[in-house]
């Protein structure tokens, strides 16, 4: 069974940083690409950012672009999310989630809840 | 302002058979780009239903359906039943931003 399990979240001063873990199981991790998803409280879902199977290519969301990144260690199965200078609007909680061809999002995690705020 | 246009509300009785939205533009759906679809329970993870425009991961019920055409889309569900209330997301590739993966607003559809 497939599982994606996000840790690291938390409470967070604005312009502070955090790092957010995901630790999958259940597939060949080092066979897919990954991305993190986010949703602000009450709102939809955003793509946040993209990285392929050899830790490129890379892309993120012009919201994050020069502030987060992204990156995976393929021998412990596990992507992260360094999130620098983080403001209010980045409040929410944080997916990650596998990407199929075809470029569809087919396995998610629980999310971890990211707040910002004095 | 999403990229992808969704009606913010749908509601059917149990039985009925509902339609939800989903409008692009030239750069993502009317550029060829898949259309897919995710049912967001309460308080849970998005969990896809459609992909590739039309087809259903196994284990989703034949009473979704997903069709494209042109720079829209859209999901059906028809004999609606209550476990069915959830919020909707429609999702494909926009070619004019680097890389970039798209959602529409989300559509809730509320059982009567």
């Known amino acids: 069974e497939v599982q994606l399990v996000e840790s690291g979240g938390g409470l967070v001063q604005p312009g502070g940083s955090l790092r957010l873990s995901c630790a999958a199981s259940?597939?060949?991790?080092?066979?897919?690409?990954m991305n993190w998803v986010r949703q602000a409280p009450g709102k939809g879902l955003e793509w946040v950012s993209y990285?392929?199977?050899?830790?490129?290519?890379?892309f993120y969301a012009d919201s994050v672009k020069g502030r987060f990144t992204i990156s995976r260690d393929n021998a412990k199965n596990s992507l992260y999310l360094q999130m620098n200078s983080l403001r209010d609007e980045d409040t929410a909680i944080y997916y990650c989630?596998?990407?199929?061809?075809?470029?569809?999002?087919?396995?998610w995690g629980q999310g971890t809840l990211v707040t910002v705020s004095s | 302002q999403s990229v992808l246009t969704q009606p913010p509300s749908v509601s059917g009785a149990p039985g009925q058979r509902i339609t939800i939205s989903c409008t692009g533009s030239?750069?993502?759906?009317?550029?060829?780009?898949?259309v897919h679809w995710y049912q967001q329970l309460p308080g849970t993870a998005p969990k896809c239903v459609i992909y590739?425009?039309?087809n259903r991961p196994s284990g989703v019920p034949d009473r979704f359906s997903g069709s494209k055409s042109g720079t829209s889309a859209s999901l059906a569900i028809t004999g609606l039943q209550a476990e069915d209330e959830a919020d909707y997301y429609c999702?494909?590739?926009?070619?004019?931003?680097?890389?970039?993966?798209?959602f529409g607003g989300g559509t809730k559809v509320t059982v009567l």
């Open positions: 989630a596998r990407i199929r061809t075809g470029y569809y999002f087919d396995s």
């Open positions: 259940g597939f060949s991790f080092t066979s897919f690409s």
């Open positions: 990285m392929g199977i050899s830790s490129g290519p890379i």
């Open positions: 030239s750069s993502n759906i009317g550029a060829g780009y898949d």
């Open positions: 590739g425009n039309n």
């Open positions: 999702q494909s590739y926009d070619s004019s931003l680097s890389g970039s993966w798209v």
